[in-house]
């Protein structure tokens, strides 16, 4: 579930865990910073397997189509933040058309992993870089793409204006996968009243351990576009999207992992199911969907 904390919403987990950290909206302090960083040290390795999409055309198709919402006004360069294993830049590389593609991680491993799946003819560098200070010149970057890591950082301000510093004007940012105020519901709505059950007549022991805080932010679209505002952005677009594809998303990787002994679902199942969110609940209001993605220009000169 969400929690509404001001104008800022986590879910409630994070918010058990950091809330009291809180400096602004969708910021927490040194403390607060610190203590995200050191819980996340405790990730197993089927977290990163349930977010690790292979490289294929559909998922090539279903990037390119999102980062489109936007379009950079130059295509020398351009950044993958929060890259992990590469999950976007080797599906957009090279259909995106610029010359080269940045991709950056504070994660050693992960950079070190992603370099050893970069094909010799992509046009890829990988490095380990702060991605709230990082090592980009002023006014360098065309683009900044990004998939699902902007409710992890726990200081999204700093970030936000770090990328605003790099891009070129007329630079853009598009980030897809960005959970909303109503993701948390479809997340648990299937899962979490069986598990309640299980609980209730002890058929399931609970989890005693701390929990990693690892998704802290939930988004609601009008806070988005004031956030991205105060930061200098303009062209702001929210564009929402999912509904079924989340709703069934734990249920069906407890099934996958049972028959296949991998959590991750194949393509179809995200290509069936998102034809069907398409086709269906695009009338739903935009935080009844369960991702956006977020997209804006720097002012051109």
């Not at 105060?230 to 702001?236: K, L, Q």
């Amino acid at each position: 579930m969400s929690v509404h904390h001001g104008s800022t919403y986590m879910n409630d987990q994070a918010f058990q865990a950091v809330a009291e950290h809180l400096e602004a909206p969708y910021q927490l302090n040194t403390e607060g910073c610190s203590k995200v960083v050191e819980s996340n040290r405790q990730l197993s390795e089927s977290y990163f397997e349930h977010l690790t999409f292979p490289v294929s055309p559909f998922w090539e198709s279903y990037f390119v189509s999102k980062l489109s919402v936007i379009e950079p006004a130059q295509r020398e360069v351009c950044v993958d933040v929060c890259c992990g294993t590469g999950t976007l830049c080797l599906n957009i590389m090279p259909s995106i058309g610029f010359e080269t593609l940045v991709a950056v991680d504070n994660s050693a491993t992960a950079i070190e992993t992603l370099k050893q799946r970069i094909q010799a003819q992509q046009a890829i560098e990988a490095r380990q870089d702060d991605i709230t200070c990082t090592s980009f010149m002023e006014t360098s970057i065309d683009a900044v793409y990004g998939n699902s890591f902007l409710h992890h950082l726990p200081d999204n301000p700093s970030f936000l204006q770090e990328m605003h510093r790099i891009l070129r004007p007329g630079g853009v940012i598009v980030f897809t996968g960005e959970p909303t105020i109503g993701a948390a519901f479809l997340e648990n709505a299937i899962m979490m009243p069986i598990l309640k059950m299980l609980w209730f007549f002890r058929l399931k022991k609970r989890r005693t351990n701390e929990n990693p805080v690892t998704d802290i932010w939930l988004y609601e679209k009008s806070t988005l576009s004031e956030m991205l505002s105060s930061v200098g952005f303009t062209e702001i677009q929210i564009k929402p999207f999912g509904f079924l594809v989340t709703l069934f998303n734990w249920p069906s990787a407890i099934l996958f992992k049972i028959f296949t002994g991998k959590s991750a679902q194949p393509d179809w199942y995200w290509k069936i199911l998102g034809y069907v969110d398409r086709l269906f609940f695009f009338w739903l209001p935009p935080n009844c969907h369960s991702h956006f993605v977020i997209a804006a220009r720097k002012k051109e000169a």
